[in-house]
């Protein structure tokens, strides 16, 4: 459970869910109910990690792709696995060119229920989370471009598929461990 839904989208500067969680759990004894506020909640490890923890949680981040992450990340639990994986499906047999075909099948995709709106979201999420990975940047912490970096042309569909299958993988626990 502990990189459950964290690394749907990693974010290299950020805390890690185990750091999070200790800090929780230190404090534990002296709070009985806290409400928490991450002034600065990056892609929304803080609040993941208290909603997994069933603690009331605020996240505030200037970022707008970070905001977006930690928002799907946080509001997504609902969305049933078998759907995602139905809609991904559908957009694989019209995405197996390249990156700009995925983004492409993701954006034709016109959602119809709020169920499919979080789904586009999580297509949004895996979309964004393997771009470092396909491309020629490399973390160092900071990124920066490798020119000695290859990167195979079936990279963005191995990544893409694994994200999507890891995505689902979660949501089937969080449904089965948070009902709520």
């Known amino acids: 459970v502990n990189e ?3 690394r749907w989208a990693p974010y290299v500067q950020g805390f890690s869910a185990s750091f999070v969680q200790s800090v929780f759990e230190h404090y ?19 609040p993941v990690q208290a909603k997994i923890d069933g603690y009331e949680s605020f996240g505030v981040e200037l970022n707008p792709l970070l905001q977006y992450i930690a928002d799907v990340k946080l509001n997504s639990w609902s969305v049933r696995p078998s759907q995602l994986l139905k809609i991904y ?4 047999t019209d ?5 700009k075909r995925i983004k492409g099948g993701i954006d034709s995709f016109v959602p119809r229920t709020d169920e499919q709106t979080k789904i586009k979201e999580l297509l949004n999420v895996a979309f964004a989370s393997i771009l470092i990975d ?35 993988e979660d949501l089937k626990l ?6 709520d």
Request: charged share 20%.
């Open 4 to 6: 459950c839904v964290h």
């Open 28 to 46: 534990s004894q002296e709070y009985s109910s806290p409400i928490i506020l991450d002034p600065f909640a990056g892609c929304g490890t803080v």
């Open 89 to 92: 499906h559908k957009l694989r």
């Open 95 to 99: 995405a197996l060119a390249n990156l």
């Open 134 to 168: 396909s491309s020629m940047l490399k973390r160092t912490p900071c990124l920066g471009y490798w020119r000695a970096k290859t990167v195979d042309d079936n990279a963005p569909f191995v990544l893409f598929n694994k994200k999507v299958l890891e995505m689902a």
């Open 174 to 179: 969080l449904q089965s461990e948070y009902r």
